[in-house]
């Protein structure tokens, strides 16, 4: 990436403290937000988000597995998150496993709760065949293939979008089958549920430059942050997760004042992800 | 197990001699030099280019040419099982080095001696002919990105099964068994730059089929003017000509 000038850096955060960013937005507004499902035609759901320059891929795939012993009506859900190298050569070979943790945990403790599965952004027991013996395994990948900072807001919507978008199938289990062996699951019938996505929190990251907070940085903005503090936010206004980044140590008022700016915010970005998410349904529904 | 049904339609719905449904689309990645998406059917392939640009690796560096380097990868959900490990696995490192060896033949390198050009191809939806898409979408991705070339190359696969020459053997046709043919070649200066091949076959239905892989190229080189012409345009009318 090519680095920036003084002067240009005196102009990001000028424009900052004036509410006028160098792309013309204000220090509130989101990128234009294009959804696109069912990209992936062999994963059971998926999703395509750019915010701007940015853009992510989200996919669930469902394999059929044994459920927990601890949690014998639910299924499994995992979450993991790579950098592909054509966002830049700094994420070629190795380079990308620093950034692709942090962002797999981050969005990990937004969507998937805690170990006794108390907060998960989605019900897993819609994910469960037969109680204790056959249940669905998700699994969750993200992909980052073009990087201009926000990733997580993107890859948390992507997330949402693939989750709404991906049709279980319907197993039968033919009465009496040992249960213990493989069993002959029935996957003919073509008929499919759907996940409840209602409950899926989005994530908002606000960035402080100087002494003002911005949602959806670019690159260039994300470098001159100071600090950036990520909040998950679901419908009913309540924190799923929250995450700070950066060196810097906020006072805590700030902190507090931050999350309820990410919480107005929130509030258009989820209707603006919804609808988008549902025109994007409908679009793939006509193909 | 039958690939080509009495009707002569394969499982598909294709006949032997037709290609799936080509579509491509350039600049999808802002931030990269050149870039391209290629889809053959199901198999979605994104291509991104940067440079050239200053070499990382002094050791490494031509004084005489530009150094050619190229990943490829594919994630975990792009096949229909999931896999584990998605970089650095040999099938990985062995594709990278025939997509390099490829493109390096092509570009012409001695116009930028001390300079690096990097390739990514990552897999984004996997069901046969990932080679010809990769090589199809850095052909793309490269004219993206300005990069001086001899021609373009364009790649495309063949297969013999149930006595029938297929063209563009999809995942369930390439898991046959079969001999599959995968051919690249230069089509205006109609050179074959890749030619590889795995099963048995007899040499004359080999020739009858390396035709056929040669002819899918033809067309995908055609498929590929048509897209590039369409994108100068684009620029043109933008730049208010």
Redo the contacts between chains.
């Keep these: 990436m090519v680095g920036l000038s003084a002067g240009e850096k005196h102009f990001i955060q000028g424009g900052i403290a004036q509410d006028l960013r160098a792309d013309g937005r204000k220090r509130l507004t989101y990128r234009p937000i294009y959804v696109e499902t069912g990209?992936?035609?062999?994963?059971d759901g998926?999703a395509k988000v750019k915010m701007g320059?940015t853009?992510v891929?989200a996919?669930v795939?469902l394999?059929l597995a044994r459920p927990n012993p601890s949690q014998p009506g639910k299924g499994k859900v995992s979450l993991?998150v790579?950098c592909?190298?054509?966002?830049?050569?700094m994420f070629?070979?190795?380079g990308s496993e620093e950034l692709s943790t942090e962002l797999s945990v981050a969005l990990q403790r937004c969507l998937l709760g805690g170990k006794s599965g108390a907060g998960a952004a989605f019900d897993p027991s819609c994910l469960s065949i037969v109680d204790g013996k056959l249940c669905w395994d998700a699994?969750i990948?993200g992909?980052v293939?073009?990087?201009?900072g926000n990733l997580l807001d993107a890859l948390g919507a992507a997330i949402k979008a693939a989750l709404t978008n991906t049709r279980v199938p319907v197993a039968n289990v033919p009465a009496g089958a040992s249960l213990d062996e493989d069993p002959d699951v029935d996957l003919s019938s073509q008929e499919t549920t759907r996940i409840d996505t209602s409950g899926v929190p989005v994530i908002v990251t606000l960035t402080k430059v100087g002494r003002h907070y911005i949602v959806d940085a670019t690159s260039e903005e994300e470098s001159q942050m100071s600090s950036a503090v990520s909040v998950s936010i679901n419908k009913e206004r309540r924190i799923c997760g929250l995450t700070k980044r950066g060196g810097a140590g906020l006072d805590p008022s700030i902190i507090l004042d931050m999350i309820s700016v990410a919480s107005h915010v929130s509030e258009q970005l989820m209707n603006k992800l919804d609808s988008e998410i549902a025109a994007a349904e409908a679009d793939e529904q006509d193909i | 197990m039958e690939y080509v049904n009495p009707e002569g339609i394969r499982e598909d719905g294709r006949r032997p001699l037709e290609m799936r449904h080509l579509h491509a689309e350039i600049g999808?990645?802002?931030?990269?030099d050149g870039?391209a998406v290629f889809e053959m059917g199901?198999t979605?392939v994104?291509?991104?280019v940067?440079g050239p640009r200053e070499v990382?690796n002094r050791s490494q560096q031509l004084n005489d040419q530009a150094l050619v380097r190229c990943?490829y990868?594919m994630?975990?959900?792009?096949?229909?099982d999931?896999m584990r490990k998605?970089?650095?696995d040999r099938r990985s490192t062995e594709i990278s080095l025939v997509i390099r060896q490829t493109m390096e033949a092509c570009i012409l390198t001695h116009l930028m001696p001390r300079s690096q050009i990097?390739i990514?191809?990552?897999v984004?939806?996997?069901?046969g002919g990932t080679r010809s898409a990769c090589i199809n979408a850095a052909t793309l991705a490269l004219a993206d990105a300005g990069i001086p070339m001899r021609d373009l190359v364009t790649s495309c696969s063949a297969g013999y099964l149930n006595s029938t020459p297929l063209l563009d053997l999809s995942y369930f046709e390439d898991s046959a068994g079969g001999p599959d043919v995968t051919v690249g070649i230069l089509p205006k200066l109609d050179k074959v730059t890749l030619l590889q091949m795995d099963a048995r076959l007899p040499i004359d239905i080999f020739e009858i089929v390396v035709q056929l892989a040669t002819e899918g190229c033809k067309a995908v080189a055609n498929y590929i003017h048509e897209v590039l012409l369409e994108n100068t345009k684009q620029l043109e009318y933008r730049r208010g000509l």
């Design positions: 990209v992936i035609p062999q994963a998926s320059a853009e891929i996919s795939k394999d993991f790579s592909s190298a054509t966002a830049g050569p070629e070979g190795r699994y990948d992909l293939v073009s990087a201009d | 999808t990645v802002a931030r990269a870039s199901n979605k994104i291509a991104a940067y990382q990943e990868t994630p975990n959900f792009s096949t229909g999931r998605p970089k650095g990097d990514y191809v990552q984004l939806s996997a069901d």
